[in-house]
């Protein structure tokens, strides 16, 4: 039967539920409003929708990968508090959306949600009724695909009990196994960029002026001046380029990412860095 717009408008603003679920319910009802309302209490979507103001302060991060280790997906998923983060549902969901973005490909989180789910239902509709079960809000934050190309292998790591999770594509012959430790290694220690040529040349100017209004570089030579500051983002660059950071597993401190991965295949390059931290900054 024929939905009116006008009866889609007042459901909505009685449920709170989407446009679609509305739809849905009033086509399910017979254009009876109140049976339609129902409809949508039974479903858990009008208690669902009472919560999705609510902040999404916590959360896991979830990762699956290919067997041949040629793709993976990293997904953050948020809820309100770490108790229903830590519960066998809220995890099993994560786990399971993970899989199926692998699986899937979504092109972003739009396409995500109106895709296939479990027992007839759209992505979307499964999280509302995850959201009615266990009584809060909860939402898929972000995800990321990472592609192997030719000579190409991903890794993928889960740290702090899946509250970071980091993802590796490098080039070259290097085993899986070295591939999880720069993984580690990017999830513990945050690397902002993946090498030199990834930094914003706005960035690396701002530094050189944060590094030239220092004191003790006022008291400097000009003939040494450049060569003093040259040093000193290069420091920085080891702070924020992966390749350029010390490896985590190096005991001596010196040998960095980018060293560590060539001494297992001198044309060993890194081409990717995915990090994900519950709650984290999101880029682009």
């Not at 009033?26 to 209490?41: E, F, I, T, W």
């Not at 099993?92 to 396409?111: E, F, M």
């Not at 290069?234 to 980018?258: H, M, W, Y």
Request: proline residues 3%.
């Amino acid at each position: 039967m024929d939905i009116s717009a006008e009866q889609v408008r007042e459901l909505r603003e009685r449920s709170g539920a989407g446009l679609m679920d509305c739809k849905r319910a009033l086509q399910d009802a017979g254009g009876d409003l109140d049976k339609a309302h129902d409809v949508l209490r039974k479903s858990g979507v009008v208690k669902a929708a009472k919560k999705a103001g609510r902040a999404t302060l916590e959360g896991l991060v979830a990762e699956a990968h290919d067997s041949d280790h040629q793709s993976a997906a990293i997904i953050e998923m948020s809820c309100e508090t770490d108790f229903v983060a830590r519960t066998d549902e809220f995890q099993k969901w994560v786990t399971d959306i993970s899989q199926h973005i692998l699986k899937q490909r979504p092109q972003d989180l739009a396409q995500l949600l109106e895709q296939p789910w479990e027992g007839g239902i759209s992505v979307k509709e499964g999280l509302v009724r995850l959201i009615a079960k266990l009584g809060e809000n909860m939402e898929i934050r972000r995800f990321a695909l990472s592609q192997a190309g030719a000579g190409e292998q991903v890794a993928s790591y889960l740290h702090m009990g899946a509250k970071i999770g980091a993802v590796i594509r490098v080039q070259g012959k290097v085993s899986v196994a070295v591939l999880r430790e720069v993984a580690m290694h990017i999830a513990a220690l945050s690397p902002r960029y993946l090498d030199r040529s990834q930094v914003p040349a706005d960035v690396i100017e701002k530094e050189k002026e944060i590094l030239k209004a220092q004191p003790e570089m006022s008291s400097k030579p000009a003939h040494l001046l450049e060569k003093i500051l040259e040093g000193k983002i290069n420091r920085f660059f080891s702070e924020v380029c992966l390749v350029d950071q010390p490896f985590i597993k190096d005991a001596t401190g010196k040998k960095t990412v980018g060293a560590f991965l060539q001494e297992q295949d001198p044309q060993a390059k890194a081409t990717q860095m995915i990090r994900f931290q519950v709650g984290g900054e999101m880029h682009g």
